[in-house]
């Protein structure tokens, strides 16, 4: 939904989801497998036009800055406008972003409030452009997504259903250790 929002609000051509292998902020994020990672979002969101799927991240492996994968979508876009979509909770942490100087210069992001994060100040980060997503606010996180699953309750309405149908086939998320 949150991509949907950008897309539609800034007229965007595309929305590109650029999975992580490992983000660098969030070192013991990771719940499921690169591969169940990507066919969930595949199964998402394959069958929407306005969307893509680039395994960039996941070919490098391991911790990625954002700062490299700018350039990468620079070369292989040199004549767009790229915008960055990150979650309002995250503005207050973007200062600690490798190379944030650099990438204020190449890209402006857009950033979609999350309910019990207001965006009430952004960082002081010279050239840094922001644009706000008057989105759907969803009161969901993914870690209460994957704590759904471990008690046996619907993810109906929260996530797309060929995406459930995978989790449930691959029995994902149903111990602690997932």
Known sequence: MAAQDAFEQYGLDKVIF???AQAPLKPHEVQSGVDDRLAMLKASVEWDHRFEISDYELRQGGVNYTIDSVRHFLK???????YWIIGGDQLPKLHLWNDIAELAGLIEFIFLERPGHPVRD???????RLHRCDGHLLAISSTELRDRVR???SLDYFVPHKAIVYIREHCLYHDSKA
């Open 18 to 20: 650029v999975p992580a």
């Open 76 to 82: 292989k876009y040199p004549s767009d406008k790229l």
């Open 122 to 128: 952004h960082p002081d980060i010279p050239g840094l």
């Open 151 to 153: 008690k046996g309750l």
